[in-house]
């Protein structure tokens, strides 16, 4: 490609205008920091992620945006549920293999280290965060952030988290059940109220011990197979097993897609596996 394609294709300010809804002039005070100008830290933040969705590049933006490769991907972790432990270490184990069959490896960052300064990475991806806590790092990040395990409405990010509607008819139909609850780990409360919409309840379990009180009249469906293994014999439970591994097999498919700026419509970015 020669250089006067090269100028054709190039992202401009008046593009990052444009996808923002903002004027070419607060474009320009954004990118460049510019002194003596009354901005929203909303129209702030909406300008610098349009030009990273778009990758506008210039020298003022290196401040803001990881322009530079670095083949890695960093998956933010905390403290989680004591049940939810072996869970999500079977998904990243899943996530970590197939980033690295791309070329990608896979970091292990803390949340709250994470949230204070930046990684170098390419792209961050989150594990059962709260809407407020996914905001609160995400808002400070110029690389794309890929949220598991987290429900809420923004087409800039994508989301990834179990379908529920269908986990709720496989339960059905293989259990017999006229009543089917999710039976879970801890999960955001976000993720519970989505659940409640489609299951006929919804059961968080803190201990194992806390199984023998379920009822033998209801079905359940659960992800985890810990909490599966554990549940009383006269209780009908199934074992939702693929939902590891779809979920991470759609995060590392975002977050390439991501990293590439690869364009989507803001249904491709809510994903239910």
Known sequence: MDEPTKRKTRVTIKDVAKAADVSIATVSYVLNNAPGHTISEETRKKVLQFAN???YECNVMARY??????NSVAAVVSDVAPLASQ???????ELSRLLTRRN????????????????ACDAYITLSRTEREFRAFADTKYVPVIAIDSEFDDFLFYRVNDDYKTMYELARSELNKTKIELLTFRLPSECLGRAERVFDGV???DSLASLGALDPDCGYATVSKLISDN??????VKHISASFALKASAAADAAIKAINRVRSSDEDHEIRV
Do not use: C, H, N, W
């Open 203 to 205: 059961t968080v379990v």
């Open 87 to 93: 869970y999500y270490l079977k998904l990243l184990t």
């Open 53 to 55: 969705i778009l990758g």
């Open 104 to 119: 990608f490896e896979l970091r292990l960052v803390d949340y709250d280290d994470a949230l204070e300064s930046d990684s």
């Open 231 to 236: 549940a009383p014999d006269s209780v009908a």
């Open 65 to 70: 945006l990881a322009t530079g490769k670095t």
